[in-house]
């Protein structure tokens, strides 16, 4: 092979290779709300969190509806962070705490339920709960931590779109009618701080 | 008795105790979806009967959307928790006399739904 076909093949890779990039350029800026159902790596939970950094959040001792839970999921007293205190219209508290000297963080409330999380898949660990009947009495929560980068969860029920509460790294947003069931949220977005919209996928 | 033997024996016994404290601390909790299943799309495992339980929990291996709540037999459902991430979710707080459920129940799946294992405390 001479060295002028050489030199065409190699314009030939090249072109063809800026001809991928261009097309792969266009698709991901086409729409910056890209359904992501998943982080592509995935964010340990702890250091992803600065509310797990802070000491005036820690509690004394080991409140009594912690000492409910499983046995191996009861935490240690000193390390409890309580990152929600009676908020919302159901009066929503969370404890958060770090699980032994690992990036996996437990979350327990006595209204949204409880979990242990290793890393953040996506930026808002979202959970849809009820406390009492469904359909009736309290009205569905959805909530969870969220990651430093997120600045606003947009929740989606009935075509309108409400925004949840967010403080301490823990997100929550009930629905304003107490009968819908846990299937009314249509929707559910988690805005980052870069601008990213993602789309939960719930 | 030679003192080896004793010291032998005082482990046995030990050891004796120590599993039966073991025993007696776990014999509460029931395992109603076992590890050696496979989880399907939309139906509902439970617990198989009524119990007072103290709290409900889904381990899954992987990520996927998983519902646990509690549920009369017939027509309510109850303490409602439904997540993608968290493993275990815990449903910590059930409310009454109820079945226990936990079921897949929505999601992209990502690898096999196989090892998922369903417990409460009652």
Same mark, same amino acid.
């Given at each position: 092979?001479?060295?002028?076909?050489?030199?065409?093949?190699?314009?030939?890779?090249?072109?063809?290779?800026?001809?991928?990039?261009?097309?792969?350029?266009?698709?991901?800026?086409?729409?910056?709300?890209?359904?992501?159902?998943?982080?592509?790596?995935?964010?340990?939970?702890?250091?992803?969190?600065?509310?797990?950094?802070?000491?005036?959040?820690?509690?004394?001792?080991?409140?009594?509806?912690?000492?409910?839970?499983?046995?191996?999921?009861?935490?240690?007293?000193?390390?409890?962070?309580?990152?929600?205190?009676?908020?919302?219209?159901?009066?929503?508290?969370?404890?958060?705490?770090?699980?032994?000297?690992?990036?996996?963080?437990?979350?327990?409330?006595?209204?949204?339920?409880?979990?242990?999380?290793?890393?953040?898949?996506?930026?808002?660990?979202?959970?849809?709960?009820?406390?009492?009947?469904?359909?009736?009495?309290?009205?569905?929560?959805?909530?969870?931590?969220?990651?430093?980068?997120?600045?606003?969860?947009?929740?989606?029920?009935?075509?309108?779109?409400?925004?949840?509460?967010?403080?301490?790294?823990?997100?929550?947003?009930?629905?304003?009618?107490?009968?819908?069931?846990?299937?009314?949220?249509?929707?559910?977005?988690?805005?980052?701080?870069?601008?990213?919209?993602?789309?939960?996928?719930? | 008795?030679?003192?080896?033997?004793?010291?032998?024996?005082?482990?046995?016994?030990?050891? +004796?105790?120590?599993?039966?404290?073991?025993?007696?601390?776990?014999?509460?909790?029931?395992?109603?979806?076992?590890?050696?299943?496979?989880?399907?799309?939309?139906?509902?495992?439970?617990?198989?009967?009524?119990?007072?339980?103290?709290?409900?929990?889904?381990?899954?291996?992987?990520?996927?959307?998983?519902?646990?709540?509690?549920?009369?037999?017939?027509?309510?459902?109850?303490?409602?928790?439904?997540?993608? !991430?968290?493993?275990?979710? +815990?449903?910590?707080?059930?409310?009454?006399?109820?079945?226990?459920?936990?079921?897949?129940?929505?999601?992209?799946?990502?690898?096999?739904?196989?090892? +998922?294992?369903?417990?409460? !405390?009652?």
């Amino acid at each position: 092979m001479s060295i002028t076909n050489l030199k065409r093949r190699n314009w030939t890779v090249l072109g063809v290779v800026a001809v991928f990039a261009a097309v792969a350029a266009v698709l991901t800026s086409r729409d910056s709300t890209a359904r992501a159902t998943a982080s592509p790596v995935p964010q340990p939970a702890l250091p992803a969190m600065a509310a797990m950094k802070n000491p005036s959040l820690f509690v004394t001792g080991v409140p009594a509806f912690l000492t409910r839970l499983p046995a191996d999921m009861v935490p240690t007293a000193g390390s409890i962070r309580k990152v929600a205190d009676r908020v919302g219209r159901s009066g929503i508290t969370m404890y958060i705490w770090q699980v032994g000297v690992t990036n996996t963080i437990c979350l327990a409330s006595p209204t949204v339920g409880a979990g242990c999380l290793d890393a953040f898949r996506r930026p808002f660990d979202v959970s849809i709960t009820d406390v009492d009947i469904v359909g009736e009495g309290d009205a569905v929560v959805v909530s969870g931590p969220v990651t430093d980068e997120v600045v606003d969860i947009e929740v989606t029920v009935g075509g309108q779109v409400g925004h949840a509460t967010i403080a301490n790294n823990f997100a929550y947003y009930e629905l304003a009618d107490a009968t819908l069931h846990p299937d009314a949220v249509e929707k559910v977005v988690a805005r980052l701080r870069d601008g990213t919209r993602f789309d939960l996928g719930v | 008795m030679n003192p080896k033997h004793l010291l032998v024996r005082a482990a046995a016994l030990a050891a +004796v105790v120590v599993a039966l404290s073991a025993t007696a601390a776990s014999a509460t909790i029931q395992t109603y979806f076992g590890p050696a299943w496979t989880q399907q799309y939309g139906v509902r495992y439970d617990s198989g009967g009524y119990n007072y339980p103290n709290w409900n929990r889904a381990y899954r291996p992987l990520w996927y959307y998983e519902t646990i709540h509690y549920w009369d037999g017939c027509c309510t459902s109850w303490g409602f928790k439904r997540n993608y !991430d968290e493993n275990p979710i +815990v449903w910590p707080n059930p409310g009454g006399y109820a079945w226990s459920t936990c079921m897949y129940s929505d999601g992209d799946i990502q690898g096999s739904l196989d090892d +998922v294992t369903c417990q409460f !405390d009652a």
